[in-house]
Structure formats: structure tokens, C-alpha cells
């Protein structure tokens, strides 16, 4: 390569906006779809929605896997453009096409055999273990797109291609969001399918946006030159991806490991579940921004941590928890000014707005702090500690949110649970903030 990559040069601001804001955008998409992907399904009956909320956890991991592999990919492969070691480049993207393929089907076993068993856990109501079956079969077996579209878009924003990542997510949002009612409700000759044609309308846009992203890679991604042929795989770059990409899948896996449990603990509270469920669709719309900004920063942080260029580290730092913290206070707004009309939204009565809308009050406390520990996460996973978001994730999450969530439910008061997210939220800042100048100390002063 001839010339620089933007990453090392362009200034910063600009850099992280031109790259970061793309993301957000498809980020936004996707989290329109899962909105509008639930309210159809509300229309269905409440015991779909539960259905689709009781799935969420074991669609998390898939998400977790595919994006957690996805960041070690994007950090190994953006410090190596960055050494301008152009080979060893190469194979790491050849390899994240291999890890996708493995991964889908690790999962597609999982839905066809364990798909019931993973309903009856947690909850006894038989007509949402059918539904959720058949929703969560549906999404596992034909996983491969979602597989195959992550680690393509993530070998697209390793060099600095994220316009194109907006438009394979966005592509692949706005068919499922046309997709869902036709095949919901079957409209224009289609069949009613109910649950399931939420399923298949999540999966045939994973597909087209895989096949999409893959297409740009081949013609566009000129950095790279992806193929297969002859492939072999190598253990040492294997490492060297799941050294970074491990404990993001952790944390994330951590995520629905929380989601399970919480479940578990509002099964006793009536519709408190679908509250909860509600309530992630919810935020996705406030995170899915955030994460948009960290897959900007990420490879900018690992492109010129690669370079040995300091200053330009430590601004993209400064700026993206900037940018971070201000998009989770929009959110905080949001949620205590409008929380009924948010609940609304879903077809929720009255009774489920009395408890939904307190929940959405008190947990939104919580996001200014998110917003600062999820950008300085991604901070270690750029910089090659990974394992610092893994730490400040299980003790956020195990330690200190669920041991606190199911002390407060035994007060027989659900609006006491809720509380238990700020209160795990101050501990993860501080435990982050520890972290933040540990690596600094460590690492970014000897850029």
C-alpha cells in the first residue's frame, strides 16, 4: 500500500464521526426492528411477546459469539494494517470467514435439539414453550446469515469501511421490517405464519445482508485480498483472535447469562417479565448508538496503537467517551419523560404501563454510567486487554446486579428490583475508572 490509511492521518474528530456515525445509523436501524419486531408480535397475544422475551438470551449469545469474535478479528487485523504487515492481514480475514462458519453451527445444533428444553426453564406456561420453540428454532437453524453477515462487516470496519456496514445492516433491517407483517400476518397472498414469520423475516435479512457484505469485501475492501483456497486453519492467529475476541464473547454472554436470571427472579410478579422484555427493546434503541460509536473507535485505537501513534490514541479515547456519555443521557431523558407512551407502543394496558413505566424511570438512572464503562470496554478490547471488560461485566452483572435484584425482590415489591441496575452500574464505574488508569499506566504511556 502506497499511501496512508485514513485511520493514521485524518484528523480525529472528523475521523471518528466519519467512521462512528455510519455505524450509528445502521446500529439505529437495527434497533427499529427489534422495536417493530416486537409490536407485531404484541399483536399476536402477550404470551407471544413473553415468548420472544424469554428468547432474547439465547439470541444474545449467537449476537455475542459472532460480534465477540468479531472484535478480536477487528482488533488483530487493524493493528496488523497499521504494522503494515499485509499478509498476516490476509489470513486473519480468511479466518474470520472460518470462525463464522463454525459458529453457526455449533448453534444450529443447539436450536434443533435444545431449543424446548431452554423454554421449560423458565416458565411452566406450555403455549410459551410452543411459541418460543418455534420462534428460536427459526432463528438458530438459518443463523448462518447473521454468522456470515457480522464477520464480514467487521472485516469491512477493520479498514475503515464502515459506510459500507451501514448499508448491509440497514439493507437487512428495513427487509425485515417490510417482511414481518406480511408474513406475521399474511398479507399480499403470504401465509399467516404468526410467531414464525417473525423468525423468517429475521433470518432471510441476515441472509441477503451476508450475501451483501460479503460482495462488498470482494470488490470494495482492497486492503484485504479474502480467500479461501487452500485454506488451512492456524492455531496461533486462532489464539491471538479469541485472546481479544474471548472476553467480549463473555461479556456478552454474561449479558444473557443476567437476562436469564432476571427472568427467573420476575417469573414470581406477574407480567413483570414481559415488562423486562419490553424494556431491552427498549434500550437497545439508546445502546445501539453507543455500540455504533465503539466499532468507529475500536479499530482507530488498534490502527494507531499499531503505529505507535500516542496522542492519536489518547484524543479517540477522550472524544468517544464524550460522544458516549451524551447519547445515554439523551436516553435517560427519554425514558422519564415519555415512559407510558414508550410502553404504549407495545399494546400495553394499563395495569402492565403501572408497573412498565416506574421500571423504565428507575433503570434509565443507570445509562450515564453505562455509557462511560461500555466505551472504556471497548478501550481494552482496541488496546489488547479484553480481559479487564470480562472482569468489570461479571462482577457488574453477577456479583453485584442479580445478588442485588433478588435481595430487593424478597421485599414482595417489583419496583424495588429495578434499582438494582443503577446500584450495579456505580460499582462497574468504579471498578472501570481502576481499570482505565491501570492501562494507561501499562500500555498507552508506552505507545
Known amino acids: 500500500m502506497a499511501t496512508e490509511n485514513k485511520m493514521g492521518v485524518m484528523p480525529l474528530n472528523r475521523l471518528l464521526i466519519s467512521m462512528s456515525v455510519p455505524m450509528m445509523i445502521s446500529m439505529l436501524v437495527q434497533a427499529l426492528y427489534n422495536i417493530v419486531d416486537s409490536m407485531f408480535v404484541a399483536q399476536l397475544s402477550e404470551n407471544a411477546l413473553t415468548a420472544v422475551s424469554l428468547a432474547f438470551p439465547a439470541q444474545n449469545l449467537m449476537i455475542a459469539v459472532a460480534t465477540g469474535t468479531g472484535v478480536g478479528v477487528n482488533a488483530a487485523l487493524s493493528r496488523n494494517l497499521g504494522e503494515k504487515n499485509f499478509e498476516r492481514a490476509n489470513k486473519i480475514a480468511d479466518h474470520a470467514l472460518f470462525l463464522a462458519a463454525l459458529s453457526y453451527v455449533v448453534f444450529a445444533l443447539f436450536g434443533l435439539c435444545f431449543a424446548r ?59 425485515n421490517i417490510v417482511l414481518d407483517p406480511i408474513l406475521i400476518f399474511g398479507y399480499f397472498g403470504m401465509p399467516r405464519m404468526g410467531i414464525a414469520g417473525a423468525a423468517v423475516a429475521t433470518v432471510i435479512g441476515q441472509i441477503i445482508a451476508a450475501i451483501l457484505a460479503l460482495v462488498f469485501n470482494l470488490k470494495c475492501n482492497r486492503e484485504l485480498n479474502i480467500s479461501m483456497k487452500g485454506f488451512r486453519p492456524n492455531g496461533h492467529l486462532i489464539v491471538q483472535i479469541y485472546k481479544v475476541g474471548a472476553p467480549s464473547i463473555v461479556v456478552q454472554a454474561i449479558g444473557s447469562l443476567m437476562t436469564y436470571g432476571m427472568n427467573l427472579i420476575l417469573a414470581a410478579f406477574g407480567s413483570a417479565q414481559t415488562v423486562f422484555g419490553i424494556y431491552f427493546k427498549l434500550q437497545s434503541f439508546v445502546f445501539m448508538p ?59 394496558e394499563e395495569s402492565l404501563i403501572a408497573i412498565g413505566a416506574p421500571a423504565l424511570e428507575t433503570i434509565s438512572l443507570s445509562f450515564v454510567f453505562a455509557g462511560f464503562c461500555i466505551v472504556a470496554g471497548s478501550v481494552f ?17 453477577m456479583c453485584v446486579l442479580l445478588p442485588v435484584a433478588k435481595l430487593l425482590s424478597l421485599s414482595g415489591e417489583v419496583t424495588l428490583i429495578w434499582w438494582a441496575f443503577p446500584i450495579a452500574e456505580l460499582a462497574s464505574v468504579l471498578l472501570t475508572s481502576y481499570f482505565l488508569v491501570r492501562i494507561y499506566r501499562k500500555v498507552i504511556c508506552h505507545i
Open 117 to 175: 428444553q431452554f423454554f421449560r426453564l423458565q416458565t411452566d406456561i406450555e403455549e410459551i414453550v410452543d411459541l418460543g420453540t418455534t420462534y428460536l428454532r427459526v432463528c438458530t437453524i438459518a443463523s448462518f446469515g447473521l454468522f456470515m453477515e457480522i464477520a464480514c462487516e467487521r472485516l469491512l470496519q477493520s479498514t475503515g469501511k464502515t459506510i459500507y456496514s451501514m448499508y448491509t445492516q440497514g439493507l437487512g433491517a428495513i427487509i
Open 290 to 348: 453507543v455500540f455504533g460509536l465503539n466499532n468507529g473507535m475500536v479499530p482507530i485505537i488498534a490502527y494507531n496503537y499499531g503505529a505507535g501513534h500516542k496522542d492519536r490514541v489518547i484524543k479517540t479515547i477522550k472524544h468517544s467517551v464524550a460522544y458516549g456519555v451524551g447519547i445515554m443521557f439523551v436516553g435517560l431523558l427519554a425514558m422519564h419523560i415519555f415512559p407510558a407512551q414508550l410502553m404504549r407502543m407495545f399494546d400495553a
Open 381 to 397: 478490547q482496541a488496546l489488547g486487554n479484553g480481559v479487564y471488560s470480562m472482569i468489570v461485566s461479571v462482577a457488574r452483572q
